[in-house]
Every structure is written in structure tokens, then in C-alpha cells.
């Protein structure tokens, strides 16, 4: 009786190590996204105009190249996340984290032209009022160096499942951050910035779940949903000061990873 009653304590304590106050995980993982349709209005010396309703979509990398997923010297290529969170009260953490996310903005579409161009060549590819964005010489706009949202969150985390080996957390929290994107952007001839640039900022509710495998390795899975506002996005090299670009749009993220969790802190 007496040694079932110290296995059952010590498999309870084993299990709370993992979140308890002082501990730290750090986590690196792969993400999924999808992006509102937004508005974004270019500005520069000779143009300023809107293209509405402008849709885009994610860039993962394919697994057939599965050497980004493991070489050590590609494994930023996909879209990646790391973060590293602290633990201030048991089952409460608060993460520092980098997301690298890819925006690319769909090519093969159409959308509503609202403002003017002064140079007659792209001015006459406007049409009725809308513009056809198949045509790349107009424009090509691309986050994909990339959409790198850095932020801070906090999360609470809820014990759903306590056996032997492995634990099941629910997490949930919110988050804000910066926005620092390297914008690849072909604006109407004009030679891209493609320079890391503070663009903007970003809020966002998450939730995800934690299994926790003998107290120490962890396999997690969150889904965020946000807002990302982007009132200055470098496009051209030619008037860094004077060519920007604004939009902002909503998002939602499917990080899936892997971490290591530990303390820092010895417990009586």
C-alpha cells in the first residue's frame, strides 16, 4: 500500500514539473497560414492608388524537399516558428517568439483600381476601373523573406489528461507583437526593396494542445488567430522614403512542433 501511494505521489509530481513555476520550454515548429482578403494602397512621387479586395495565400515548403525540414543550413527556409517560454506561476507561461510566416499575394486575379498613375505605360493597364494582376509587370507583392511576426504572449495552461508517461495540456492565451517582413515587391518596373524593414504590428488570441512525454519532451500543436496591421511596407529601392505600401488584414496560424521542457528552479 505504502509503495502505491509513493507512485501515485511521485507520477502526480512528475506531471506538474513540466509547467510549474521557474520551468523553461523551448519550442521550434512549422506553420500554416491563411490570410484575410485586404485592401493595400501604394503610394509613391508619381502614383497613388488602391487595389482592393486583394487576396493572398501562404508559402510552405514542399516535403519533396524535405532537406529544408532537417539541414541544419536550410532549416529557415520553411515557413518556421520558434519561442521560448518562462514560467511565472505554475501553469502560466509567458513566450518570446518569432513567427516566420510567408504572404504571397495571388496573381491570377483581378480586383478594383481607386486612385491615379501618372506614367501613361501602366496607367493604361487599368481598365474600367480594375486591374488585372495576372500580368506581373504591374505587380508582384510577396512577404516571403518573410511575414516575421515577433511577439510576446501569455498562456494559461489547463491539465486535460495525467497518466504515467506523458501529460495532455490545454493552452490558451493572447499575444502582440512587431511585424518586420522582408517585402518582395516588383512595383511597376521599379527595382525592389527586399530589405528587412519595420513594417507594422500584430495582435492575436491562441489556444493549442500540449502532450507532454515523460515530463521533458513536448509535442504541441496551436492555432492562432489575429490581426496584422502594416502601415509601412518598403516596396521600391529608388524612394525608400517616399514608396511604401499599407494594408492590413486579418490571419490564422497552425503552428505544429516540437519542444523541450526543464527547470530552473529546485522545488522541497
Known sequence: ????????????KAQREAFKKGSVMIFWGWNRGWFSDSDIHFYGQDY???????????????????????????????????????FVKDNVGITLGLDHMKYVM????????????NDPK???????GKVDLSDAKFLKYEHTNGLNYLNL????????????KFDVF????????????????????????DHFHLAGFGLDARTGINVVLWNHFVAKAD???GYINLPSVRTTLENVKVDKATQDFAFCELVFGIGYTFNTKKHN
Open 153 to 164: 504572449g501569455v498562456q494559461k495552461y489547463k491539465q486535460i489528461l495525467n497518466k504515467n
Open 223 to 225: 492555432l492562432k488567430y
Open 1 to 12: 500500500m505504502l509503495l502505491l501511494l509513493l507512485t501515485v505521489t511521485m507520477s502526480v
Open 48 to 86: 497613388n492608388f488602391t487595389l482592393k479586395n486583394v487576396s493572398a495565400h501562404d508559402r510552405p515548403s514542399s516535403i519533396k524537399n524535405f532537406s529544408h525540414y532537417i539541414d541544419p543550413t536550410e532549416i529557415f527556409i520553411p515557413q518556421v516558428n520558434y519561442h521560448i517560454t518562462y
Open 122 to 128: 501602366y496607367a493604361a493597364m487599368v481598365n474600367n
Open 170 to 193: 490545454w493552452t490558451y492565451g493572447l499575444g502582440a507583437g512587431v511585424l518586420i517582413p522582408k517585402t518582395d515587391a516588383t512595383l511597376m518596373g521599379k527595382e525592389e526593396s
Open 106 to 117: 495571388d496573381q491570377d486575379q483581378t480586383v478594383e483600381f481607386e486612385g491615379y498613375i
